[in-house]
């Protein structure tokens, strides 16, 4: 994670590609260093010395400082996310914001899996209860789901991070946020980059990237391509993403943005989740199934994004984005049956807001409010494949749609100069619907329409410029997806008695910056979830109900210590405890007390770097991963693992040129450990006949080389 703001680094790293200096907000410590009394005396000698710190953050939508902002916020700039960096997933750029827990790096054909204090966990695969959008544009669909297979970390400049209640701006499925921002042409040195990777498992990538400013016009495009085969059988993927951004300025403080991003993916195969028996037996192996239907999954898309900013015309700032996704999706899954998808969906939108600063009694308000209006059409049809392969008829043809009307504002008020509260509300109204085409097993059309109001209250504190103590408490919904409305009884297309999880969330945070080089957060997290939406199943299909509720609780700390110019440490801990309540497994019996499958109870990430003259870096990392359990009735345990990392790196300037070389190994030791756990599969079966692994690869490495001119 990333924060100084005032610290004695200024990144050379940074500097030499035209970005500003690392900036780290960290979650973490300081309380447990030192006695309370003795900071707020250290703090307070800091006093009236130190200068306003000016970190802004936009993703809570009122944009601010970070020291006035209630909330767990984590910001990672550009050169943290890019050097030495694949650049594959986003895992890689945010493990160590505390608090994240990712799965299935490696699996392209299902996607990372994020989850945050449990949102997110019950996915088996993909990101569910986490918000993502890029440049201004939702990458999460109005029911919930979020498609991240496009995202282009080559050109990202910034990613924030939101964990807690004040992410309920962002309406449904908001239990967190991760909202990306990709480099304008004013934002990078003017000339262009080519990059060229290559590592085990026939990974290879290739990056070419260009940037000019022509007056009030910038522009910047990037296209990459990747090809590897994978460290298990039916593994290979090939993915080229191009991402562009035209901007221009119509005056000192209006501009106007467009973005447009491709994602061509002829081929990402899925292996499938193996047995512990077949684990023990060859942890590289594809499932039989897998091999034989060819399992995995083709797309095509393109998005188109304008943003328009004012702050001229009104006395604050009026920003208004809008946008059209086109996607094309097919895939196979690793089972006969009702198992080839595809649909064809139009996903479209505009959001505005608009943000002033103000009096209320007196004293100075901040506040901002806006509207999304968010349309989602998917036509999709399933078909029945067989035994060898071969489809031997149509099961699905339909359009659903999927509507989201918002309204939503939020104020900040200073009511001295360390005290400022804050009060957000957010009002939703959710439409979904299906029109049935596939008539001859009977009219599966219907909808449902869900109204829901979340809000959030906090409050801050400045014991210093530099320090602050915050509480908020929010409310939050998730909505059941398409695929969680099956109606189990038949007919009517929608299940009507399944409704939308409540979130209750409460959050006591504190960060800071010591001296020149110490940065601290922590924050504390208590969340109850009622009607908890769970699967089940009734005979090999999968239905979905409101079956309890859960309790979660946790700490998450973090540290970044600039111990001289040539050293840094990095650190962040998550301890948790996530708690079934009210729930019957999927064997029936009672699973009050359990814990909540897929989420380990202890993550720390550290890393260790030194940097020395002329862009030479070497870094290493150590990620802890608690043991946790694969289902629900907490039979089958994934035992902890400790994973090792290795980054180094050098930059070699000619005239006005540079070339850089890096070299990278993953799971330095050789562990054997799982990459991604698919949660409560197979439900039906016997717990040993259950496919829920899929392991990691063993050592790996990986090095490329870049030309800047």
């Not at 103000?358 to 078909?383: C, F, I, K, M, N």
């Not at 099961?395 to 918002?406: I, K």
């Not at 080089?517 to 908890?532: K, N, P, Q, T």
């Not at 197979?682 to 080389?705: C, K, L, M, Q, S």
Request: charged share 20%.
């Amino acid at each position: 994670m990333q924060l100084l703001a005032g610290g004695s680094e200024v990144n050379e790293e940074a500097r030499a590609h035209g970005y500003s200096p690392r900036l780290v907000i960290m979650f973490a410590v300081v309380s447990v260093m030192m006695p309370s009394s003795e900071l707020a005396a250290q703090v307070a000698d800091e006093g009236e010395a130190i200068g306003e710190i000016v970190l802004e953050v936009t993703s809570p939508r009122l944009a601010r400082d970070l020291y006035d902002t209630p909330a767990a916020v984590s910001v990672v700039d550009a050169p943290a996310i890019r050097q030495g960096q694949q650049r594959l997933q986003l895992d890689e750029s945010l493990n160590t914001v505390p608090g994240l827990f990712f799965q299935n790096r490696y699996n392209f054909a299902q996607n990372l899996r994020v989850s945050t204090r449990g949102f997110g966990a019950r996915s088996p695969f993909g990101i569910r209860g986490i918000r993502v959008q890029v440049d201004g544009i939702p990458y999460t669909l109005p029911d919930g789901q979020s498609q991240i297979d496009s995202i282009d970390l080559e050109s990202a400049q910034r990613i924030e991070v939101i964990r807690g209640p004040a992410s309920v701006q962002y309406g449904n499925a908001a239990g967190g946020v991760i909202d990306i921002t990709t480099a304008r042409g004013d934002e990078l040195p003017e000339g262009g980059r080519v990059r060229l990777d290559g590592g085990s498992d026939d990974y290879r990538k290739a990056a070419v990237q260009g940037s000019g400013v022509s007056g009030n016009t910038s522009a910047a495009a990037t296209l990459s391509w990747l090809n590897v085969n994978g460290h298990r059988e039916q593994s290979e993927a090939e993915k080229g993403i191009f991402n562009g951004r035209l901007s221009h300025a119509l005056s000192e403080g209006r501009r106007v943005t467009a973005t447009f991003n491709a994602l061509h993916n002829p081929e990402s195969e899925d292996p499938g989740g193996l047995t512990s028996a077949q684990v023990a037996e060859d942890r590289n192996q594809a499932t039989f199934l897998a091999k034989r239907l060819d399992s995995g999954q083709s797309v095509e898309q393109q998005t188109l994004g304008l943003q328009y900013q004012d702050g001229e015309a009104l006395p604050g700032t009026l920003t208004v984005n809008a946008f059209y996704n086109r996607r094309d999706f097919a895939q196979q899954l690793p089972f006969p049956g009702a198992s080839r998808i595809a649909f064809d969906r139009n996903f479209y939108g505009i959001s505005s807001q608009y943000q002033q600063m103000s009096e209320l009694a007196g004293l100075p308000l901040t506040w901002v409010t806006g509207v999304d209006l968010h349309r989602q059409a998917d036509d999709r049809r399933r078909y029945q494949v067989s035994f060898d392969g071969d489809i031997t008829g149509q099961t699905q043809d339909e359009t659903q749609n999927a509507t989201n009307l918002a309204v939503f504002g939020q104020g900040d008020l200073a009511l001295t100069e360390r005290w400022n509260l804050s009060l957000g509300a957010r009002w939703d109204q959710l439409r979904l619907s299906i029109d049935d085409n596939f008539l001859s097993n009977g009219d599966d059309s219907g909808s449902r329409t869900f109204r829901e109001v979340s809000g959030v209250v906090g409050l801050s504190y400045k014991i210093a410029p530099r320090h602050q103590v915050y509480a908020n408490v929010g409310t939050a919904f998730e909505s059941p997806t398409f695929t969680e409305f099956a109606n189990p009884n038949g007919g009517n297309g929608f299940n009507p008695d399944i409704e939308p999880q409540q979130a209750l969330n409460r959050e006591l945070g504190m960060r800071g910056l010591i001296g020149e080089g110490l940065a601290y957060d922590i924050a504390l997290f208590s969340i109850r979830v009622d009607d908890e939406i769970l699967p089940f199943n009734v005979g090999d299909q999968t239905f979905y109900e409101n079956a309890g509720e859960t309790r979660r609780q946790g700490l998450e700390l973090g540290i970044d210590w600039d111990i001289s110019y040539a050293w840094r440490v990095t650190s962040a801990l998550t301890l948790a405890d996530y708690e079934l309540r009210d729930f019957t497994d999927e064997q029936g019996n009672s699973a009050n007390g359990n814990e909540i499958p897929g989420l380990p109870s202890t993550l720390w990430v550290n890393e260790l770097k030194w940097r020395g003259l002329g862009g030479r870096f070497a870094a290493l990392e150590s990620q802890y991963i608690g043991d946790f359990y694969a289902e629900n009735s907490n039979q089958t345990k994934v035992s902890d693992v400790w994973l090792l990392g290795l980054r180094v790196g050098d930059r070699f300037l000619v005239s006005d040129q540079s070339f850089s070389v890096y070299a990278g190994m993953r799971n330095l030791l050789d562990a054997d450990y799982f990459s991604n756990v698919r949660i409560n599969a197979n439900a039906d079966r016997a717990i040993a006949d259950r496919g829920y692994f899929e392991p990691g690869p063993g050592r790996t490495v990986y090095a490329g080389v870049e030309w800047s001119f």
